[in-house]
């Protein structure tokens, strides 16, 4: 697929709608969210299974984030009423449907990690350029 073939919607006049559509944006591309996601995409989890999974979330972000997938309807959680309680997390049909646009984003990132990394070196020789160009 070429940038010609990528219908980009007119910014000016869609603003209002990417307004309605920015706290969806804001979940779906939130790191712990897109990594929760990835998890959940294999089958239920328990949540220390899933915190065991996704590394490098604390406890808190864990707990914020599978409760705004469960709000969002994007998660279900289901409690067991054994002893002590078991709680699982699974994706629901809605929230199946993100992990083919979450595989892309990965395949799109793995593609072009050395890419980004080398420009992101550059900026920051340029920038120290330009920095010690300024000093007196």
């Known amino acids: 697929m070429t940038a010609a073939n990528i219908a980009v919607p007119d910014t000016t006049q869609e603003l209002p709608r990417c307004r309605e559509l920015a706290p969806i944006l804001a ?3 939130d790191k ?3 990594l ?3 998890a959940l995409a294999g089958g239920p989890l328990r949540y220390n299974a899933l915190r065991r ?3 490098g979330i604390s406890q808190r972000m864990l707990t914020l984030t599978l409760k705004g997938l469960v709000e969002d309807g994007l998660v279900l959680r289901t409690l067991y009423p054994t002893i002590p309680p078991r709680v699982d997390y699974e994706l629901t049909p809605l929230g199946r449907t993100l992990i083919d646009p979450l595989v892309a984003l990965f395949e799109w990132a793995r593609d072009h990690r050395a890419e980004i990394e080398t420009a992101r070196a550059a900026a920051r020789t340029d920038e120290g350029a330009a920095e ?3 000093l007196p």
């Open 27 to 29: 979940r779906i591309g």
């Open 36 to 38: 929760v996601v990835g």
């Open 53 to 55: 999974t996704v590394e």
């Open 132 to 134: 010690r160009a300024a």
């Open 32 to 34: 712990w969210t897109v």
